[in-house]
């Protein structure tokens, strides 16, 4: 079914009936969720959906209790943030996200030791792209960063978490 053909299936629903799908959708997933809940309050932070993401983010570069290196999943890691960034429109979580992707890249080489030329030129971008972020939507209120990457690798580093950033 394309779009036309759904368009015109959705106007012939009733109220109750459209009401019922959102809700179905609305109970499909977290990524949908935040959506929804976006659509009709954009100063709704959706905390659960974040964590999700920023673990999903973590997993796929520097899983908690890695004992032998396996090279980051660096385009899953950004599939998460991706999706939390369309699904909720929330630039702060946005950089959230992206800075926690950075920070568990770096303990990855700092654990590992040196890796190749794509490793940090991806940590680069995701980097630049959270300072093109905070340069077009300027923060309202300072960003304190708790990646949780700390945490999640047994507190044996102290990384970004431990700055206050006063975007």
Not at 45 to 65: G, M, N, S
Not at 155 to 167: I, K, M, S, V, W
């Amino acid at each position: 079914m394309n779009w036309p053909q759904l368009r015109k299936h959705l106007q012939s629903q009733t109220p109750d009936q459209l009401i019922a799908l959102i809700k179905g959708l609305y109970a499909l997933n977290p990524q949908n969720k935040a959506f929804v809940r976006n659509q009709f309050d954009e100063s709704l932070e959706d905390k659960v959906f974040l964590e999700k993401c920023r673990q999903q983010v973590i997993q796929a570069i520097y899983p908690p209790h890695m004992k032998y290196p396996d090279y980051p999943k660096f385009a899953q890691a950004r599939k998460a943030i991706n999706a939390y960034k369309k699904a909720t429109g929330d630039h702060k979580g946005g950089i959230d996200l992206l800075l926690t992707y950075v920070e568990a890249g770096t303990c990855y080489t700092v654990d590992f030791g040196d890796i190749d030329a794509p490793f940090y030129e991806r940590l680069e971008t995701a980097l630049d792209n959270a300072g093109e972020a905070i340069k077009v939507h300027p923060l309202r209120k300072p960003l304190r960063l708790s990646l949780g990457i700390d945490t999640a690798l047994g507190g044996q580093r102290l990384g970004l978490n431990a700055f206050h950033l006063p975007f």
